[in-house]
């Protein structure tokens, strides 16, 4: 399989085994550094790599003729689950995959409809199961289904808003997510069973979406537009995406990105120290960035010449007697 990567992507791939190297094997966070996980059509299709530390080119985990999206490495550092897109209808649903590539993929979510959507996964702190934004029910709502088998589907939010990108604490007790029930979308906070949602982002008048937890549960990464309006309709706005991190109380705000084109999709490394996103800045189809937890030393991950996005981290468990 031929890597099919630009001349310059060779010579910054250590950047992400280089920046980790730094982290101690017994920080008191879940775990250590592991692959660096994304979507790439580098082979022409939307596929799902992973970019392993010391490695010069990434191993793909899932490709094929249907579009792969959005992956998500569950606790244990051994399954993905991504979005898998069909169309004549639309239909856009969580599928599993082996970590190791040495298993089939399987479907996980049968959204009921014509234009059926249950995406945008994130597993449950146990690895039991998975989040997921649907509109099984209607709106995008915030669900939660068995990761065995996508049975059980509970519905942790119930509104006319969109809620979306639901990712769940380390210690399991909260989930953050998109939501636009306020008007403009804002990063919210809820229970892990629904109740005592809270917007952390209230009054910004700003689009902020893609929330990603740090590994000690204590400040949350997420992106936003840096001028008001909607990204999706204003190449402008959209242009002005940045990333920030706040306390997870909401609060403490501190911009890590500063440029004048797209920063989106903020991923926490296991342990803590590094922050991946996907950013415009040397292509317009997207690369992928990594950076210090403050936003120092931003350095690009990997880049070919098609679109990478939706950066991850795999998860390695602790060293014994660590």
Known sequence: MTTGTRPRAAALLGCVAALAAAAPADAAFPGRNGALVFTSTKAGSHDIYALTRGARAPRMIVGGP???QQPA???DGR???YKTVTADPRDEETWLAPFDGRGP???????????????????????????VR???????DVWSIRAGDGGDPIRLTADDANDLYPVSSPDGRRIAFRSDRAGDPDIWIMDADGSNARNLTAGSGLWESAPSWSPDGRRIAFERASLP???DADPAVEASDEIWTMDARGGREQRLTTNTTKDE???WSPD????????ERADPKGDIWVMRRDGRAQRSAYASPGVEESPEWQTLPRRRGR
């Open 105 to 131: 993929a399987r479907a996980l979510t049968d959204t009921p409809g014509d234009l059926r959507f249950s995406t945008q996964p994130g597993w449950t702190a146990d690895g039991e199961r998975l989040l």
């Open 265 to 267: 999709g903020p991923a």
């Open 272 to 279: 803590g120290r590094l922050i991946a996103f996907t950013s």
């Open 229 to 231: 309006g909607n990204p």
């Open 134 to 140: 649907s509109n099984r029910g209607g709106p995008y």
């Open 73 to 75: 490495v569950s606790p």
């Open 79 to 81: 399954t993905v689950a």
């Open 66 to 68: 249907l579009r792969q």
